[in-house]
């Protein structure tokens, strides 16, 4: 039922052959053996990212760069690939090696959206991601530990987790790359349970191009020590 009413509420936004293209192109990205989760599932969440970004889309009128920090296996990059003006260029960033052969099939399969297999922080370096072992797509994945809070609300918080030595930039390091113009704007987008005050001290100097900040923030899940005032101050 709520994926119905989703997808009810996407033709709303997308129309409907835009709505039938992107579960097409959904199943034709979709593997279980890399994504680690139901089709069903893969489908809910890609449109409810979709749903959610709608919200904001009145205030993305003039942006130039939607990044993706925390992209997962992709989700809201598809969401914001199908909502967002052909303009607006896209790139995902992920730091799990489990992600990486589902960030790069979508790279492949939309032309606009890019794979950059790192992660963003306060710091150029590199540094110890653990890695949760309960699924492909596990939110218990972070630089951090969980708490146990998390661990008893959460099964998936419990799992195993391997350490994986990752690269780690600043955004702001990679303005360059970006080509990044003085006039051009910036939508950033942050889902990296726990490391969200690093990402934007990473992201100092683009101030003035960022103009939407979009962020999940939970200060119960991880062994993390800012408050969403510190978030705010930065």
Known sequence: LSLIIGVIKTINIIKLKRTISIIKNINLIYNSNLIGMSRFSYNSRVINELITLNSLKYYTKNIDYFLDVGANVGMTAIAAEYLFNKQI??????????????????????????????????????LNFNRSLSSKTSQASSFYNPTEFYKKNQKHASSSRIKDTVEVYRLDSLKNYFCLKKDQNIFLHIDVEGYELNVLKGSKSLVNNISIISLEYSNKLFDTSYSIQDIYSE
């Open 89 to 126: 260029k896209i790139y995902m960033f992920e730091p799990s090696i489990d992600c990486f052969k589902v960030l790069e099939k979508i790279e492949k399969r939309f032309e606009r959206i890019k794979f950059l297999p790192y992660a963003l922080g306060k710091e150029n370096e590199k």
